[in-house]
């Protein structure tokens, strides 16, 4: 399956043309392959820009309320016939007024809230561009190496689709996240060890025959799975009206959603469907202060990430040797963006002020990503005179553990109307 | 704010004619009532036919990809701008062929799957249309007397619109929904007894000068509440390409989402949107066998219903003394359809199942609607050769402790190949 030549390949309406390494830029032919030959960099996709450009707004605009209405931008799943998918994306883009009058921004503020996702995260996203690669280069399982969403996602895409999977995550995930992933049916292998030993396993077995016909979405068939995190900034750009916003906050584990939602950006702007805003558009990214290497790399003006043992709430984003760090840190300094890190009573407080003024209740990563919005606003790093879109990329329901012992009633009576005199209810 | 004359009303531009009593026929105001001052019977709300009858398909279409497609057949909510909502709605329709084939059901399968809501239930949608006609009626705190989901989304909907609110709920709630109510610093009133004690506190509570400008959703603003359930209804024939199915099976606390799917399928009819299939439609009710005074009584052919103490996992659905039981009923006869109940066990499997063949992962209601639907299937009752939507209305994730003890991890591994090895993952 590793082989270009006699393997089965994408679809031949895909507008990719190739893989090409990020690192020395050798240019392979479209298989299941993620390390370069050369020089053993990471792949990513390749378009042919002519086909990119054929595409219109009015083409995107007919298509589904999903991220199909993108699949001439991306490198699989152009066949609906042929799909993997739970029909993710196009989740709300939320005007958050009242959040952004707490933290003293005074230009439009939005949550992009990929909770509202199938499997309530922006991994369905990535897994079913990946998955519906797979099928197309003729794999016979799906799996994964996740910290919990990713499991989530694998393991009902395999369901739905009808096709076996197996699942490999760190023995200590959130209950909810285990629970929600076994519940589908397929094989669920809770490893002792971190993500990054869950990462590096998942590295092995796939070059062993008995995982010939496994697809790994985030290993084997990763360049696939990483263009699906362009349809969080094509979404933005086309509900925000064809434009670009001045800034956007992302959370980071790998950094590539950060990475991919900064090429779509500029993807939309070299062919021609969106200007870009006055002064361009600047990247932010937000961590964890328990797993903060990219962030620390920009903060001592590096690109050299140093891995770490991560600890924390935010599980979703404890990738500790982040494969797309420096990548990030690029875009973060050639957009003028920042990063920053939040602690965990940081995170639970920007969990509880997002959802008391947006309705919105995010997950750990999401209100990581809170707590530095806040972080930045403070420090003078992100512009709160400029429109801002802060990407929310997972569920409050999988992480309750985070705050369950920080809300809860706020009475507890008898069932009566005098009971609910002596709690103070009637005056 | 209970009288007619001098209060406020909703939108001008409404369908809505009035309020109707369900018993004797008396017509009312559209105003803060719920039951009828004649014969204290409960109200709906009245159309202008003649307004129903304009609205075309092409209209419908093209709306939002929400429920406020549907606002020119809602008694609310016409003018975008005074809208209190998440803009729920438009859920998936998911095919259900695996599962049909597990169940012997030879005919399309579907799941409307509105756990894919804002706040993963179907109540968004009847809270989205309560507080908006409850705005307009001039009230300025909202409220519910719930059994959890209902508590989410008046809580998530008042903190997205900046209004107060007070939630009251059975202290004995799942843990989950607990918490995701909470978390948008709300008031949360826990009382100690049953949903049944929750629902009579808040009718006692609505009489007094405190909470005079409070609107309870499912008590003073009941009827405007009920109506939401009908875009249940509009958008299953919508997504069929403007079709009803033969059959619907609906999970039962009130019984009012019964009839209101029903209602639904009726006015489209009426108004000449779709045509009524070959026989009609058959309406199905499920519940769960801890709370079954609506099938009961059916099965005893009677249309008295005789309340419970509502015991076992389907908390949701947990209303022993359902108010629009015999509603239920008559709709269930009069359209050849039957109603069952599914023991704890069987709900567990019931959830387990759906998730394995279409990758849905419900909450206990939705087990108990998929058990049920087997035993349809099984007593005869339902036929497996006509067309079949089955109402999934809320989400796993907030009922995880129904299925933590039975799923789980399938292997545990030390992070090397040779642990791969030794679990037999390599052959």
Known sequence: MTSAVSAPTVSTTSPARGLICRACGAEFPLAAQHACFECFGPLEVAYDQAALARVTRADIEAGPQNIWRYAALLPAGQNPDTRVTLDPGMTPLVSAPAL???LGISAPLWIKDDSQNPTHSFKDRVVSVALTAAKELGFKRFSCASTGNLANSVAAHAARAGVPSIVFIPADLEPGKVITTAVYGGELVAIEGSYDDVNRLCGELV???????????NVNVRPFYAEGSKTL??????????????QVVIPMASGELLTKVDKAFSE??????????????????AQSAGCNPIAVALHNETDVITPVKPTGIAKSL??????????????????GGWMDYANDDEIRAGIRLLAETTGVFAETAGGTTV????????????????ETVVYNTGEGLKTLDAI????????????????AREAGLLG
Chains 1, 2 share one sequence.
């Open 371 to 386: 707590a530095v919005l806040q972080k930045l606003v403070a420090s003078g790093k992100l512009d709160p005179a400029k």
């Open 233 to 246: 900034g094509y979404e933005v750009a086309e509900q925000l009206g064809w434009r670009i916003p001045a």
């Open 318 to 335: 404890n990738i500790g040797d982040p494969a797309a760090g420096a990548y990030a840190i690029e875009a973060v300094r050639r957009t």
């Open 207 to 217: 070059e062993t025959d008995e995982f010939e016909d496994t697809a790994f979405v």
């Open 100 to 102: 952004a009058e707490r």
């Open 404 to 419: 369950a012992g920080q809300v809860g009633p706020t009475h507890r009576i008898k069932p009566s109307l005098r009971g």
């Open 268 to 285: 939309l702007v070299e062919i021609g469907l969106v200007e870009a805003p006055e002064g361009g558009w600047a990247v932010f990214g």
